[in-house]
Every structure is written in C-alpha cells, then in structure tokens.
C-alpha cells in the first residue's frame, strides 16, 4: 500500500522494483484502497508473489519524472542461504571444510537469471519462497529448492577444488539428491550415478532421496557425498572418462541429452 500522499494521481506510475543486480520497469495504475482507509494500492506482476508479507522501503524520487522505487527487505532470504549452506558443511565433512558462507561469492539477485558463466548465482525470490515454507507450513516449491541447494553445492564445490564442469556436475547432483527432482537439464547420468553411490548396500543408514530438506540427517549422508565427491573429481582428473562413462549411458538409451536454457553458459 502506498501513503495517502498519492491518492489523487490518476496517471500510470512508472515503478522500479531494485532487486540488486536487476531492475524491473512495470507500468501500473495506482487505485484506492478503500475509501476509509486513505492509502492507495498497486499490484505487482506474479514474479514478485515472493514478496508477500515482506517488508518493504518506499522511496519517491520527486522531480521532472518521479519514481517509487520499492525495496525489500531479504534478510530472512540470507538467513535460508546460510542454514542450507551449514547443512551442506556437514554433510561434506569427509571431504574437506568449506568454511563458512559469503554472499559475496555468488551472483545474487531477486529473480533466477537465466544465464551465469564466474561465480554461481542464487535467487532471493526461491530463498523467501523457502523461508516461508519452512516457517509457515506451506509446500516448498521442488524447482527452487533444486536451484538454490544446486549453486550453494557448486560454490561448495569450488572450495573444495572442484572447478566449472566438475562443480556444475556436483551441484547438479547434489541439488537432485536433497530435493529429489529432476533438473529437466540432461542431467540423467549424473543422477542415476547419485543414487546408486548414495546407496550404496554398505551403507544401509544413508538418507533416502530427498530426505534432507528440514530434516536433521544432513550428517547421515556425509559417507555418500564423500563417494559422490570422490566421483567428480576422479572425473575432473580423467575428462575422457566422464565423457565415455556418460555416453555410454547415454547410448544405452538411444538418446541425446537436454539442454535447458538456464544452463546454456555452462552446459555439462
């Protein structure tokens, strides 16, 4: 809702949504919200649904062509980053520390971007939608845990020396292992590898797929991630062993692997 201050502006308002690195131009029309109450409302697009109940700061910058520019407040979207980021600490714990988590090593911005090619971005939009699913009961959305569990595993990834190919590999794997959704990527040998290292038959405790998201069994699986790490970086040492062991599956099946937009700077 917006003060009463603009309840006599009948024209289109021109609105900038700042969302760190991107910048969303909508037009919209202010209208009452009620008579009694004095404010006036604008209704943003079905992208900024993440937003509900978010608190938000509104600026007009007055002049010649005035602007409100309405910036939310994504503390909690950090707080979600850090806890999975806590959790996948634990769970590579046989691999190696990762330390603890920057936002500065990833491309962060509101809305999922659909290109990436140095560091690995994360969305606030999917953190909030996490956030919400977690404190108010509400179904979290497969895709965007998948997204943000898949980046937080390649920034881990690189920590732990894994790089480009390797660390998409492994965050790919990863991202399918704790939300137990395909990635729709081309992506299906490396998830059938997944599940036949994370269950592996010596290992009869390790966490079903995706059993880990609000859980507290991230620890349970630090044997299978260790053989999952152990597999990628065999792979980075050998390239053409990765890429004969994934076409021959990929043979097996007289198919050719997807290739989903999202990924297109930095297909496997």
Request: charged share 20%.
């Amino acid at each position: 809702m917006l003060p009463k201050a603009y309840a006599n502006c009948t024209q289109p308002i021109a609105i900038c949504v700042h969302l760190k690195q991107i910048m969303v131009s909508l037009t919209r029309k202010v209208r009452s919200a009620g008579r009694s109450s004095g404010s006036v409302e604008i209704t943003l697009p079905p992208e900024m649904q993440a937003l509900e109940g978010i608190e938000c700061r509104l600026i007009l910058r007055d002049g010649a062509r005035p602007e409100i520019v309405i910036q939310p407040d994504v503390s909690m979207a950090s707080s979600v980053f850090t806890d999975l980021w806590e959790q996948l600490r634990q769970a590579l714990q046989q691999v190696g520390e990762i330390g603890a988590f920057r936002l500065a090593d990833f491309d962060v911005s509101f809305l999922p971007p659909r290109h990436w090619n140095e560091r690995p971005p994360l969305s606030y939009r999917d953190a909030l939608a996490l956030h919400r699913s977690k404190h108010e009961a509400e179904p979290a959305d497969p895709s965007g845990l998948s997204y943000v569990v898949t980046f937080l595993a390649v920034g881990a990834a690189q920590r732990l020396g894994l790089k480009e190919r390797y660390a998409l590999v492994f965050g790919v794997i990863v991202g399918y292992l704790v939300s137990g959704i395909c990635a729709g990527n081309g992506t299906d040998f490396e998830q059938d590898v997944a599940l036949q290292l994370l269950n592996d038959p010596r290992d009869p405790d390790a966490p079903a797929l995706g059993a880990l998201f609000n859980t507290n069994r991230w620890a349970e699986a630090r044997e299978g991630f260790r053989r999952l790490f152990e597999q990628v970086q065999a792979w980075q040492e050998n390239p053409s062993l990765y890429d004969e062991h994934r076409q021959r599956w990929w043979n097996q099946f007289s198919a050719q692997p997807r290739v989903d937009s999202l990924w297109e700077d930095s297909s496997l």
